[in-house]
């Protein structure tokens, strides 16, 4: 009868206590976001900076739930909107930078975190290969998002926008791809350990 109260009390507090970890999660996650945005190089030929923002997207669409992530790039970019230093230095930031010519990234990145996350979660085993494919799959949507975005709003032919938004970027995204698939595939590794050494 003890056992059974203990166990419903910890059932009980652990329901209580997961929202409010998952709302930290998402806070934090926001400002993880925000800190890699920090990290960018601008090039001289394009409007689009190198920048680590799309490889946080990448790893929290790993390791949050499809909601969770979703809401921790809805708030970056609410951060961003309001006026916070959030977005990469090169841009005007706030609603400019939204409406700017890398737009169709910033836009894009909710969807994306929420779809790696769904998709990453649909396969049997999750390793390296499963998420090297959900996270590849998902830098391509921000890469083709934002292609079309900085298309419309420079009034230039898609393939010279690809020329701009795309090609430049792919050997970073590529690299960037299979360091957040290592990470995922580390951390699993370690959790299996742990569990292991916890028996």
């Known amino acids: 009868m003890a056992r059974m109260t203990a166990a419903s009390v910890l059932s009980n507090t652990a329901r209580i206590d997961s929202p409010m970890r998952t709302t930290i999660a998402v806070v934090a996650s926001s400002f993880f ?96 290969a499963t998420a090297a494919i959900s996270v590849a799959i998902g830098d391509a949507l921000i890469l083709i998002m934002g292609t079309i975005w900085l298309a419309a709003v420079t009034h230039q032919p898609f393939t010279h926008a690809v020329s701009l938004a795309i090609v430049p970027f792919l050997p970073g995204d590529a690299l960037k791809v299979c360091i957040a698939a290592a990470i995922s595939a580390g951390w699993l590794r370690l959790r299996k350990i742990e569990e292991t050494a916890g028996r």
């Open 33 to 128: 976001v925000a800190l890699c945005s920090h990290i960018s190089v601008p090039l001289f030929f394009t409007p689009v900076p190198i920048t680590l923002q799309p490889f946080a997207v990448l790893v929290l669409g790993l390791f949050l739930e499809p909601a969770a992530a979703f809401a921790a790039l809805s708030l970056f970019l609410v951060e961003g909107a309001a006026g916070l230093p959030v977005f990469t230095p090169q841009g005007p930031g706030g609603m400019l930078q939204l409406l700017g010519p890398t737009g169709g990234y910033l836009f894009s990145y909710p969807f994306v975190a929420a779809f790696i996350s769904f998709l990453y979660r649909r396969f049997q085993k999750r390793n390296f």
